[in-house]
């Protein structure tokens, strides 16, 4: 074959198909697809994958492949497909389907090294390459390159005697480095740079990269990626809208830690009844997709080591998802335990090098389970036995970002490729989900029971609307504050939830607990401080802000939301002895606090955690008897059709955390709307009758899973391009498809304007709609020049999750 099918890494329309390369002498026999490559490309050279090989070229005259930067492929056929079939799925370029299946090292710059696998492997080496290896066993392949050894080299790759690694530059050989991380409220800081005036254009551009970014970040790394001085960003931590911090250079989290290794229990009646029907398609090569819906603590996660390891057995290989969130030291542990070297771990802590280590060894079938966030799902196994998708429910497992993908489909795809099963777990199953269980489509397993048989913890709801009418003006009611009392006094342990503050304020009555909702979509509406109104973030439809409930006629109407850090004054205000760990985003920025704050409050230093969502799963701590949820309501009220059932499961959760042992558990649930079906529900642990009550309610207004949404944004920095745009998309849509497709907007984002751009939207709810996705295609097209040129940004989500 002398000619390679390449996609370049230009993202844009025009480049979203496979050019032509001729294949240089030497490496032919050697290219094969999969394999990463530097091409020429109009006057610069890019990098680019090869998809296929070819006799002879579609045009006339081809430029040759200028470098060869795998020597074994990166992409296996699978995963090249894949890549194929989420540009269909996500409408995404090819490029980025491609980059997003392999960890960030491999778009980094990197040192390519050679190195010799073992010492009897240096006698079997090619007389050419033998001199190069006579008192070392690794070189640079930059010294090797241009010798006439080259092709020595190729053939001794190939035989397995050599190897090629890819060494980061520039990461993680340092311990610490400056960084800067965000000082005031985001409503502070986005009303500072409203005010900033045009020379200080820079220090907004910090502004707004410390936005998107939201966390701790050098300022190295600031300074190169938007090309300035550091000057900007010291002048906005003299302002102080900055901090200065220290960043840990993490390292391999695992490396000197000693795992007990841990034998598989004898499964229970119900565990084993769940286990069959997996045990069968593992033993049969067959594909199904189970849920596991069982409660915390029922045993799930026992079941999916024992199917692990059935799979091991079978000498094929799992994949197991958890939430990055849940991706615990405790979880860890668990799978270390069980299965040793043979796990590699793939999660956001982990450095560019260290992810690199991790993928590596999967590539090379060192590891045959890995355990992983999101983009594990992309494990370049090729004989894959089992996928499991753990907390199925999670939103993270959709990348809110190009390509738009969700891990449960990549996961469903692959298990139909391998003919494997996929389990898809939950206490709280997603409704699309649990609706497929009901349907056949997915088979249903069901753990009813608690481990240690003790029963759910018990809950009560507090009326917060009561406490204010009684007087109490503190964010802890007269019970929960009493029953803190008693567990400090008995030396028990408290975990106290905060949902975190979304990106939108709400307006509620303090005094009934009314909350103004869109007539037409059943969301609540947002408060927009600038214009004072209130204004639904699906449809477009406004209304004035009360000054009187219209409900109960009470002034107290007002916007809402509380942070952690004020719990936590007043929590040493009213219970001076308690010792408390806090954990949210700026507690738990840098890196390994996490753990650290955790350690503090499992070894009993502290009695009181007080956090948001990052506590709300997987931790397990014996000693806690008391869980409060200080204000239910704030995620019930964000612009999300999915509000409700997010607060069953976060409440679920929650719940969760109390009573996993011996000690009885005790909820406590603080809310202004005590007789919500979600509220009600999740007290009463009853996830079917919530399922039930949902369905109707999605049915009615035309929510998944009855129909199918697609998001389509639209952002400019001129707001009458981005409205007309917007319009023009929507009528477009609104001719072509059918008549049954509802679509919504053009409307204003819930985010209005990020980065100075403003962002609308339309989203449309169908049920069949073959046409849909080249329609979407064909409005991408016709909008490539101003999208290229104007910096005009068209996204398209199929199957949003995000609905900011
Ligand atoms: P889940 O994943 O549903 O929360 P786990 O698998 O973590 O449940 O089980 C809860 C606890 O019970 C864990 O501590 C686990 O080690 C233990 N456990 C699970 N299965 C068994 C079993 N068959 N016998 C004894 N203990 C078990
Ligand atoms: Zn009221
Ligand atoms: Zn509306």
Redesign the pocket.
Known sequence: MSVASVIVDVAAKQTDRAFDYAIPDKWKGIIVPGMRVVVPFGPRKVQGFVVALKEEAEVKRVKPIADLLDLTPVLTPELLEIGHWLTEKTLCFMISAFQVMLPAAMKAKYDKELSLLSKEAYEQLHEQVKPFFQSRSSLKWSEVEKTAAAPAFHRDIQKGLIEVVYVVKNKGNKKTAKGVKLNQSLEDIQQFMNELNKQAEKQKQVLSFMLERNEEVAIKEIAEDLQITSAPIKALINKGLLEETEIEIYRDPYQDRYFTPSKP????DE?AEAIAPILQDIEENLHDVFLMY??????????YLQSIDQVLKKGKEAIMLVPEISLTPQMVKRFKERFGSKVAVLHSGLSTGEKYDEWRKIQRKEVSVVVGARSAVFAPFENLGLLIIDEEHETSYKQEENPRYHAKDVAIYRGQHHQCPVILGSATPTLESFARAQKGVYKLLT?KQR??KSSMPSVDIVDMREELRSGNRSMFSTMLFEKMKDRLEKGEQIVLFLNKRGHSSFVMCRDCGYVPTCEHCEISLTYHRYQNKLKCHYCGHEEHVYTECPECHSEHIRFFGSGTQKVEEELTKVLPEARVVRMDVDTTSRKGAHEKLLNKFGSGEAQILLGTQMIAKGL?FPNVTLVGVLTADTMLNLPDFRASEKTFQLLTQVSGRAGRHKLPGEVVIQTYTPEHYSIQLASQHDYEAFYKQEMEIRKMHKYPPFFYLALVTVSHENIAKVVSVTDKISQYLGQKLSPQTTILGPVASPIAKIKDRYRYQCMLKYKLEPSLIPLLKYILERYQAEMQKENLTITIDLNPYSMM
């Open positions: 229990f004898q499964l229970t565990q069982g409660v915390t603590g029922s045993g799930k996660t026992e079941v753990l481990m240690n397990d």
